[in-house]
C-alpha cells in the first residue's frame, strides 16, 4: 500500500512538471517562456511596416500652358481625382479636342460678361484654363452647369479647393480652378474613351 501511494504522487508530481514546462498536458501552447531567473519573457512584437512618401519628381513648373487650335468637339464631363503626388481635373469631350490654355490669373473672366470669378472661387491662387472647344451643340448645353456654378466636391483634396464653371461663347469654354497656392501643373491631350478625348489638368502637392 505504500509503495502504492509513493508511485502515485510522483506520477503526479511529474505531470505538473510537464504542464509547467509546454509539454504534454500544458494548458496553453503559446504560454510564456520562463528566464533562466524566474523571469518571463516578452514574445518579440511584430515590426510594423512603413511607407515612405512618394518620390514624385515632378519638373512641371508653373509657367502658362497652351497648345493647339479650336475644335468643334462639345464638353460633356468634367470630373475630379486623387493622386499621390497630385490632384486631377479632367474635361472629357464627345470627339477630338485639340487646344487649351491654362495659366496663373488674379482674375479669371466669365465668356460673354466678362464677370471675375476668383471672388466666388475657393483657393489660395487661380488657374484660368480656356478650353478651346465649346460646352453646347446644337440642341444647346452640354454640361448641367451655368456660369458660377460649383462642380467639384474637394473634400479630402490635397491641393484642389474648387471648380468654378466660367460659361462658354464664340467656341471657347471658361473655368476657374481654384488650388492651395501657386504650385507647379501640367495640362495634358488624351485621346478616349472611345471616340471621345479627354484635357486634363495636374496640380502637384507641392514643389
Excluded at 490632384?87 to 491654362?102: I, L, Q
Excluded at 471616340?195 to 514643389?207: G, Q
Aim: glycine share 12%; with cysteine.
Amino acid at each position: 500500500m505504500r509503495m502504492s501511494v509513493g508511485r502515485t504522487l510522483m506520477v503526479a508530481t511529474l505531470c505538473m512538471a510537464l504542464a509547467a514546462c509546454g509539454g504534454p498536458g500544458a494548458a496553453h501552447d503559446n504560454a510564456p517562456v520562463a528566464a533562466g531567473d524566474g523571469a518571463v519573457q516578452a514574445v518579440p512584437a511584430l515590426a510594423v511596416a512603413t511607407t515612405a512618401a512618394p518620390s514624385c519628381g515632378i519638373t512641371w513648373g508653373s509657367a502658362d500652358k497652351t497648345a493647339g487650335a479650336l475644335s468643334t468637339a462639345p464638353l460633356i464631363s468634367v470630373e475630379t481625382g486623387r493622386h499621390d503626388c497630385w490632384d486631377r481635373v479632367v474635361f472629357e469631350f464627345n470627339g477630338t479636342a485639340r487646344g487649351y490654355s491654362v495659366r496663373y490669373s488674379a482674375e479669371v473672366l466669365t465668356d460673354g460678361e466678362g464677370v471675375d470669378l476668383v471672388p466666388y472661387t475657393a483657393g489660395g491662387a487661380h488657374l484660368w484654363v480656356t478650353l478651346m472647344a465649346p460646352a453646347y451643340d446644337a440642341n444647346g448645353s452640354t454640361i448641367d452647369a451655368r456660369d458660377g456654378d460649383h462642380l467639384a466636391n474637394v473634400l479630402r483634396y490635397d491641393t484642389l479647393r474648387d471648380v468654378v464653371y466660367g460659361g462658354s461663347f464664340e467656341g471657347y469654354t471658361t473655368f476657374d480652378i481654384g488650388v492651395r497656392a501657386r504650385l507647379p501643373f501640367r495640362a495634358t491631350l488624351l485621346a478616349g474613351p472611345g471616340t471621345h478625348s479627354r484635357i486634363v489638368v495636374d496640380i502637384a502637392h507641392r514643389w
